[in-house]
């Protein structure tokens, strides 16, 4: 019974398509993150989450997948790689990846921005993972302000407006 049960499990881990995330695979991926002044993301100041579904999949019905933070000293911008498994999505089919950086360890920090989706062709155990294309350009990440944060900003400039307005 144990043996069955243990064979159920493994066979449905090969159900399930599998790629490497990592933004430096010369000569074809080096896709650095970094901000609008040139410097580039390290450690864990920053995370990258990465989102999926299969092909097609609404950005907002992407599920969570996987998290990685950032390399430091010469490495700054580059990610620590990861293979990532997508549930639901069978080895050589298509599944689409949204990246989504963070400031700070962990997905409850400030949001800087999304990147993508792009499509990546997964695979199954025993065959190697696709790598995820992201292409030579780099990712220019800035702070993306809340709700709150661009409505005290539009109450605030209404003021200034205003005050102007009565002299």
Do not use: C, H
């Not at 650095?32 to 390290?42: E, I, R, V």
């Amino acid at each position: 019974m144990i043996a069955v049960a243990a064979l159920m499990v493994s066979i449905a881990a090969y159900g399930q398509g599998q790629f490497v995330f990592n933004n430096r695979v010369p000569p074809d991926i080096n896709a650095k993150f970094q901000l609008a002044d040139g410097t580039g993301l390290s450690g864990t100041d920053y995370t990258v989450q990465l989102l999926g579904g299969a092909a097609g999949t609404a950005v907002g019905s992407l599920s969570p997948l996987a998290t990685t933070d950032f390399r430091t000293g010469a490495a700054v911008g580059y990610v620590n790689p990861l293979t990532v498994t997508v549930p639901g999505v069978a080895g050589g089919k298509d599944a689409d990846i949204l990246l989504r950086v963070f400031q700070g360890a962990g997905t409850s920090g400030m949001q800087y921005g999304d990147f993508g989706p792009f499509t990546v062709t997964v695979q199954e155990a025993p065959a190697t993972p696709n790598n995820l294309a992201l292409g030579t350009n780099p990712f220019v990440v800035s702070a993306i302000p809340e709700p709150a944060t661009l409505a005290l900003a539009v109450l605030g400039l209404g003021g200034l407006l205003a005050i102007r307005r009565r002299k």
